[in-house]
């Protein structure tokens, strides 16, 4: 996962998936939550093709992609 | 009342639930969805406003819907994600006033008699601006209906005037006319049975209740909704909000829980009520809090009963609260099956104003749960649990809509 620090915020860019670079674009919905006391950041973020559920543990740095939608045509 | 002439806002999310879901996934976005309180479940808790278009409404069975829109999108609730996104509303809604009341997952009330001088626009621009920022800063899909008025019974019926996105002015010179359009069940506490009752009288909108004599209305539903229905039609109302910084000590802590399934063995209801009283307990001891009145509530088989009993000791024990809820569930003598089960405490008092005990057994099990807490609130709720509910569907803690729990929630 590639992200950029910018106006306190970490904003997901481009991840890489199944071997394939996938370009993100606009943040459709962020907020934190906990899991088992862990923080976590969670975001909806549109993708060319799909839009995508990821999750940014902050303790671990570790990404985890938890939902993929099909975009309509 | 104050003597005051107050500015209130009030803010009522549209289809909450079911923006929410559209707004993390645009292939929902400009279909019906409902949302369902869980996978599985039959009732739809809230929908979209595409589906309201076709009849369904908040609180249809999952058939109903399908039979009006058989289109319908149907989604499980997160009430996690909603809480979390209802935290980032009240930081934005926190930059107008620091007078907030947060009345329920998706309705939050604004005193701005004193800062609405400091943005361009008064209490307007302030409405305004709240709009435009939950679009830029949450999601673009989040629309919200916002009433301005002196108080807040008149604040929320504004915002009920103009559905969905709508910004609504409840002042002294439109009152009577907008009263006039309003059925009395459009105001919060006037129910279904009362507005038949007022129906018979010939009353249905809120300014023809002026014209029913007090004494009458006395007579007919009692001291307090007389006074009550005249005052709303009047205009008059509270406009004293119940502040954030300031939430009233709790004055009960509860859990109740709708079942997948009818439970028909008493081992499932066993591991159920010792679920409830769990969290409750649970929910005590985070907010360093005791109580002395258990109660159980029980649905099933068409009947629904509940029951109480105070004691002496300052409990906040989960199997203490358990051994006495389960004790009034054995004093029911329930024979059908069971759909719902509840259990709560009142009598509540801060742990702090209770002696410490010598007895050993006592401390052994303070010491336990005080071990059990650092390890759940590390690791989440959960993570350690009594060994009887080994192997149990377990109903895991969740804000619900209403956040009737707002001193543990926020306190």
Redesign the interface.
């Known amino acids: 996962m590639a992200v950029v620090f910018a106006n306190g915020k970490v904003l997901p860019r481009w991840m890489m998936w199944r071997g394939r670079k996938i370009e993100l674009g606009k943040v ?2 962020e ?7 862990v923080p976590l950041l ?1 975001y ?1 973020v ?1 993708g060319a093709t799909s ?1 995508y ?1 990821v999750v940014w543990n902050k303790d671990t740095n570790i990404w985890k992609l938890v ?1 993929v ?4 045509e | 009342m104050s003597e005051l002439n107050k500015t209130i806002i009030h803010i009522d999310m549209n289809s909450y639930f079911a923006t929410v879901e559209q707004q993390a996934d645009p292939c929902l976005r400009g279909k019906p969805v409902g949302v369902l309180k869980a996978q599985g479940r039959n009732c739809i808790i809230a929908v979209s406003k595409e589906a309201k278009l076709y009849g369904v409404a908040t609180g249809s069975n999952t058939w109903e819907a399908l039979r009006l829109c058989p289109g319908i999108i149907l989604v499980p609730s997160d009430m996690d994600k909603y809480f979390a996104v209802t935290k980032k509303l009240i930081e934005i809604v926190k930059c107008y006033s620091p007078l907030i009341e947060v009345f329920s997952i998706d309705e939050m009330f604004l005193d701005v008699t004193s800062t609405q001088e400091l943005f361009e626009g008064g209490a307007t621009g302030v409405a305004v601006a709240i709009k435009e920022r939950i679009k830029d800063e949450i999601g673009e899909w989040l629309t919200c209906s916002v009433g301005i008025s002196y108080n807040k019974i008149l604040a929320k019926l504004a915002s009920e005037q103009m559905k969905p996105d709508g910004l609504f002015v409840l002042d002294r010179e439109n009152l009577d006319k907008v009263l006039a359009r309003i059925k009395p069940s459009c105001v919060c506490g006037i129910g279904y049975r009362m507005e038949r009752k007022l129906q018979k009288l010939g009353i249905t909108n809120l300014l023809q209740l002026r014209t029913l004599p007090y004494e009458y209305l006395l007579a007919q539903f009692g001291e307090h909704w007389a006074r009550f229905l005249l005052a709303t039609a009047l205009g008059e109302g509270t406009d004293i909000l119940n502040n954030m910084e300031n939430i009233p000590e709790q004055k009960s802590v509860s859990r109740t829980f709708t079942t997948f399934r009818n439970l028909e063995s008493k081992d499932q209801v066993k591991a159920l009520v010792r679920n409830l009283s769990e969290e409750v307990a649970w929910k005590l001891r985070k907010m360093g809090m005791t109580g002395r009145c258990v109660g159980i509530s029980v649905r099933g088989g068409g009947v629904s009963v509940f029951e109480r009993r105070t004691t002496r000791e300052e409990v906040d024990d989960g199997a203490l609260i358990f051994d006495m809820a389960w004790g009034l569930f054995e004093g029911l003598e329930w024979r059908s099956s069971v759909r719902f089960a509840g259990v709560w405490m009142t009598n509540l008092r801060s742990s702090r104003l209770n002696s410490q005990s010598l007895i050993p057994e006592i401390k052994k099990k303070e010491s336990i749960n005080r071990a059990m807490d650092q390890v759940n609130n590390r690791y989440g709720y959960f993570s350690l649990y009594p060994g009887r509910l080994l192997g149990a569907e377990t109903a895991r803690p969740e804000p619900n809509g209403f956040l009737g729990d707002k001193k543990f929630l926020f306190g």
Not at chain 1, 69 to 72: R, S
């Open positions: 459709l919905l907020y934190q939550g906990k899991d088992s006391g969670f909806s549109q839009s559920g939902e939608h099909e975009l309509d």
